[in-house]
C-alpha cells in the first residue's frame, strides 16, 4: 500500500511540476527553437550530461559508503539528474 501511495504521489507532483512549465513558457517559441537547433549538437551536449554524470554519482557512492551509507549508482545517478533539472527552475538564490 505504501509504496503504490507514493507512485501515486511522484505521478501527481509530476504532474503538477509539468503543467506549471508548460504554461509559463511561449510553447510555438521552444518549439521553433527547438527545430532550428542543430541536431548533432544537442545530441553531444545530451550524451556529455550523462557521461559527467556517472562520475560524480560514483564519486558520492564512496563518499558515503565511508559514512556507513550504501546507495546504488542508479539512484545516485537519478538524484543527479533531478537536482540538474530542478537547477534549471528554481531561481539561483533558492537553488
Known amino acids: 500500500m505504501k509504496r503504490s501511495v507514493r507512485l501515486v504521489a511522484t505521478l501527481i507532483?509530476?504532474?503538477l511540476a509539468l503543467t506549471y512549465i508548460l504554461l509559463k513558457i511561449d510553447?510555438?517559441?521552444t518549439a521553433e527553437i527547438l527545430?532550428?537547433?542543430d541536431p548533432g549538437w544537442v545530441?553531444?551536449?545530451a550524451?556529455?550530461?550523462f557521461v559527467m554524470v556517472f562520475p560524480m554519482a560514483w564519486r558520492w557512492k564512496l563518499l558515503l559508503r565511508a559514512r556507513g551509507?550504501?546507495?546504488g549508482v542508479p539512484w545516485l545517478t537519478r538524484a543527479y539528474?533531478?537536482?540538474y533539472a530542478v537547477g534549471q527552475v528554481l531561481p539561483t538564490s533558492v537553488g
Open 13 to 15: 507532483v509530476s504532474a
Open 27 to 29: 510553447i510555438h517559441r
Open 35 to 37: 527545430r532550428s537547433a
Open 43 to 45: 545530441a553531444l551536449s
Open 47 to 49: 550524451s556529455l550530461l
Open 69 to 71: 551509507i550504501r546507495e
Open 81 to 83: 539528474l533531478v537536482g
